[in-house]
């Protein structure tokens, strides 16, 4: 059997569009002309771009990129996982589907009624599940347009947050709910592992005198009304330092 090499690209989107595409028109062609050469198979999972409509609209995105790093670690021993971090935290979605026991903790600790029926307007109780848990629904009819759908997330993530820091859970358990894709993969594929230094490499990129104000920033950092968005840095610095 040939020997394969399989890579998980991990990075926010906006930011690297150019690095990812120079790796894909240069860098990996290269490598798998090379590996080819020597008897082996190389393989890059980049899910920026290949993650469909239907699994973003039934918020499935996340489980997906998980899913493929753990392929990646049990396919390919050294290297299997490569981040590129820069400026940009990005986004923060809302957990796919949370524990029953968890869900009812933040129901009890949301203290404006009107979020509580926002919760129970998106997610669902899933019994069938092992163990059971509360999905969140699928985007479906005007909620497909992301204009609209922000509002409702913006509410419902502001809302689990304030639940979640109220309840007093586990810094454990709280991940999913503040955290980036970008970091949980992180998390994943290097944090969690303990030979990381065998199969991981990182690259950091910091763009001097980024100028919030500047037409572009939005795509290179993170901003909330035109301004740094200060919990987002603050999470982008410890996942830096860490």
């Given at each position: 059997m040939d020997r394969i090499f399989r890579i998980?690209?991990?990075?926010?989107?906006?930011?690297?569009?150019?690095?990812?595409?120079?790796?894909?028109?240069?860098?990996?062609?290269?490598?798998?002309?090379?590996?080819?050469?020597?008897?082996?198979?190389?393989?890059?999972?980049?899910?920026r771009w290949g993650v469909s409509e239907v699994d973003s609209l039934s918020h499935d995105t996340l489980r997906i990129c998980l899913d493929e790093l753990a392929a990646c670690q049990q396919l390919s021993p050294r290297p299997n996982f490569v981040m590129l971090i820069g400026d940009r935290y990005g986004w923060r979605p809302l957990p796919p589907e949370i524990p029953v026991?968890?869900?009812?903790?933040?129901?009890?600790?949301?203290?404006?009624?009107?979020?509580?029926?926002?919760?129970?307007?998106?997610?669902?109780?899933?019994?069938?599940?092992?163990?059971?848990h509360y999905r969140l629904l699928p985007r479906e009819g005007a909620y497909r347009d992301q204009s609209v759908w922000g509002e409702v997330e913006d509410r419902l993530i502001a809302a689990l947050r304030d639940a979640v820091t109220r309840s007093g859970m586990t810094t454990e358990r709280r991940g999913r709910f503040f955290l980036s894709p970008p970091h949980m993969e992180i998390v994943n594929g290097m944090l969690a592992v303990a030979d990381a230094p065998e199969h991981v490499f990182a690259v950091f990129r910091s763009i001097e005198g980024l100028d919030p104000g500047h037409r572009l920033a939005g795509q290179f950092t993170d901003l909330r009304d035109g301004q740094p968005d200060p919990e987002a840095s603050a999470l982008r610095r410890e996942l830096r330092q860490e």
């Open positions: 998980f690209l991990s990075s926010t989107f906006s930011d690297f569009q150019a690095e990812r595409k120079a790796l894909m028109e240069r860098v990996w062609p290269a490598l798998e002309r090379h590996c080819r050469s020597q008897g082996a198979v190389f393989e890059v999972v980049d899910l026991d968890e869900f009812e903790v933040l129901q009890e600790a949301l203290a404006d009624p009107a979020d509580r029926e926002l919760l129970l307007t998106w997610y669902r109780r899933d019994d069938n599940a092992v163990p059971p």
